[in-house]
């Protein structure tokens, strides 16, 4: 695509989230989410019949066709607001899973459970993460998949299964393989539809004072003796490890730019805050020395952040994922802190009113504080980096 064409896209987009979707943020905020299921849809039809459904995803498949570099401003757009991935069918978790089916689907698995979700017409989860075990080490888990007749039998306990609920289809990370010497071959995804009987949903996790809908929740769900036929296997088996990194890749180019998204939303409120709140007659909010400090700070860090991001996004395309490794972890824990940093700032500024729900600040403050531990906690990716720095200082004799 010419520098042109994704200005145009661009602005566009710009225009659709600013003039059709801000308007529905307030009843997003303080109406149960089934209540705005008509008007979400009306939206949805709306971004189709402008030709800018799924971005991701290649034309053939009802997309956009863009690189993973020019989807990344596409995210930052729509991450301005909580909806705008959902009403362009690009959110969490279902994104990754139109990647690793479109990746690694045969053609009936495409057919049942990727077309379907490329439409829009079904939602879907991703159930990797066990309670008992470390997610920061994805190697060690308990659930496992046995072959039984033409079937897996899957037993094992999850939770922060993100979306279950409203789900058509989980995919699920079990082992296999368990005698395998290499730890990273011993799991597979399988995918499980649901309800599949087995498939258990126990609850939505309250987290940070929120069930969740069917719109964002995320679930503990036990496999007891679920049984699904072996070809819903994705990929081949004891590859679910390597499947996993593969959708994590890009999938943390999606959510660094999707928070840069909500940084530049939670900018905006606070320079349009500080420039209107006066703390005595006529002198305005903005005056003060470390207000401004704040607003300066942040830029840097949002502009430093924007362009780390695409920078990777573009090895990405250039290199595939696995070669830039340490840069995926590099933007993926550097873009959370500055998120944080911002909405803390932005949440300062406005004082009480930062903390009620009249402004997305408190929304984004609770949902947010998790980037710094999904996907990889900041530990985690931190280490990836250092090792991979001090390698280059090692001694070789
Ligand atoms: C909002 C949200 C949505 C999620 N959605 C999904 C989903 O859809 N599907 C799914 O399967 N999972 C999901 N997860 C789970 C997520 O991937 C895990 O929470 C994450 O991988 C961390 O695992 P853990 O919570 O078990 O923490 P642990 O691995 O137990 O780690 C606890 C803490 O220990 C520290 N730590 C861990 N390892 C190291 C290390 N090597 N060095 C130093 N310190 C370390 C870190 O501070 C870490 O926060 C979600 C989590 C959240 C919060």
């Not at 924007?306 to 070669?323: F, K, N, Y």
């Not at 406005?350 to 009620?356: D, K």
Request: charged share 25%; glycine share 8%.
């Amino acid at each position: 695509m010419t520098d042109h064409h994704s200005e145009e896209l661009l602005d566009r987009i710009k225009e659709f989230v600013h003039t059709h979707v801000y308007p529905l943020e307030p009843d997003f905020l303080h109406r149960p989410f089934r209540e705005l299921i008509p008007a979400l849809n009306a939206k949805r039809d709306e971004v189709k019949r402008m030709g800018l459904w799924a971005p991701h995803l290649p034309k053939e498949h009802g997309g956009l066709g863009l690189a993973l570099s020019e989807f990344a401003l596409v995210s930052e757009e729509l991450g301005r607001t909580p909806i705008g991935h959902y009403l362009f069918n690009c959110q969490a978790p279902d994104i990754g899973n139109m990647e690793i089916l479109l990746t690694h689907g045969t053609p009936e698995q495409k057919q049942t459970y990727f077309e379907p979700l490329a439409r829009g017409d079904v939602r879907s989860c991703f159930s990797m993460t066990e309670p008992e075990h470390p997610g920061s080490n994805p190697t060690w888990m308990s659930t496992t998949a046995v072959k039984d007749g033409d079937d897996y039998v899957i037993n094992g306990h999850k939770w922060f299964t993100s979306s279950a609920e409203g789900a058509s289809f989980a995919i699920v990370m079990a082992i296999t393989n368990p005698e395998a010497s290499n730890r990273y071959k011993r799991a597979s995804q399988i995918i499980v539809p649901i309800p599949t009987p087995g498939f258990q949903l126990i609850r939505n996790i309250s987290v940070m004072g929120d069930e969740g809908s069917d719109y964002a929740s995320h679930a503990e769900v036990r496999y007891e003796n679920c049984r699904v036929p072996q070809s819903n296997l994705l990929g081949q088996e004891g590859e679910g490890f390597t499947i996993a990194q593969e959708r994590l890749g890009p999938g943390r180019i999606h959510h660094c730019m999707r928070w840069i998204g909500i940084c530049e939303r939670a900018f905006d409120l606070m320079c349009s805050y500080a420039s209107r709140r006066e703390l005595s007659p006529g002198v305005l909010l903005g005056s003060r020395q470390n207000v401004q400090e704040w607003i300066a700070e942040s830029r840097a860090e949002i502009n430093a952040a924007r362009l780390l991001v695409l920078q990777t996004a573009r090895a990405i395309d250039r290199q595939g994922a696995p070669a830039v490794r340490k840069d995926i972890s590099l933007i993926k824990f550097f873009v959370a802190g500055i998120l944080q940093k911002v909405l803390d700032r932005a949440i300062q500024v406005h004082g009480a009113l930062g903390l009620t729900d009249a402004t997305l600040l408190s929304y984004w403050y609770r949902h947010e504080r998790a980037a710094r531990i999904y996907d990889g906690p900041d530990e985690v990716h931190k280490t990836v980096v250092a090792r991979s720095e001090l390698k280059k200082y090692e001694q070789h004799d």
